[in-house]
């Protein structure tokens, strides 16, 4: 297994299940409020896992990629995008499925959702797939994928993260060789120019 893998196929099926929701007939009510609530539950458990599983290994390897200067800045950014993500899913859960102030939420979520797997495709998973060796790879994704398959059972709630907090808490995780990519002992690939 692989966790950037993992991480793409979420991020797809994410992808897959908005465009679902923009074709379901809208006087459906009882299935869009089914259809959105597990979508929102994919969400905030796969946020959730990349908090406790992925970023932390990031924080500890990685050197910044593309359009990011550091792992720090990549995880921070992804953290507070979690946050904007959270707080549009919340406003869809107080407003009644169907209507127009419900309909704005999602999208709302959509467009944070969108934004945020961009970015973190680009700099965080470009980032791991660099400096992580596959043998750690492997380890995060049973990690990632026992806590998603537990949650998926029992449902999550979900918490928003003090972005510069968190980076400061989840820094420092213990790395050996192994943990480390097998290619040149080289930093990420960056863009000409940075957030
Ligand atoms: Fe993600
Ligand atoms: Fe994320």
Request: charged share 35%; hydrophobic share 35%; proline share 4%.
């Amino acid at each position: 297994m692989d966790i950037c893998e993992i991480i793409q196929h979420q991020h797809d099926e994410q992808r897959r299940q908005f465009a679902e929701l923009e074709q379901w007939p809208r006087d459906d009510t009882e299935g869009l409020s089914a259809v959105w609530d597990r979508l929102a539950i994919l969400l905030e458990t796969h946020a959730e896992a990349e908090e406790r599983f992925f970023y932390p290994p990031l924080l500890a390897l990685g050197t910044g990629a593309a359009d990011a200067p550091s792992a720090d800045e990549e995880v921070e950014d992804a953290v507070g995008d979690h946050n904007k993500i959270r707080d549009a899913v919340r406003r869809a859960g107080e407003e009644k499925v169907g209507t127009d102030a419900w309909w704005t939420a999602v999208v709302d979520a959509n467009v944070a959702n969108s934004k945020h797997m961009g970015e973190e495709e680009r700099q965080d998973l470009a980032d791991f797939r660099q400096q992580a060796s596959l043998e750690l790879r492997h380890e995060v994704a049973i990690d990632f994928q026992r806590f998603m398959a537990q949650k998926a059972a029992e449902g999550i709630t979900p918490r928003n993260k003090n972005p510069e907090k968190y980076v400061d808490r989840e820094s420092g995780e213990k790395v050996t060789a192994a943990d480390r990519s097998a290619g040149p002992k080289e930093p990420s690939h960056t863009a000409s120019e940075q957030e």
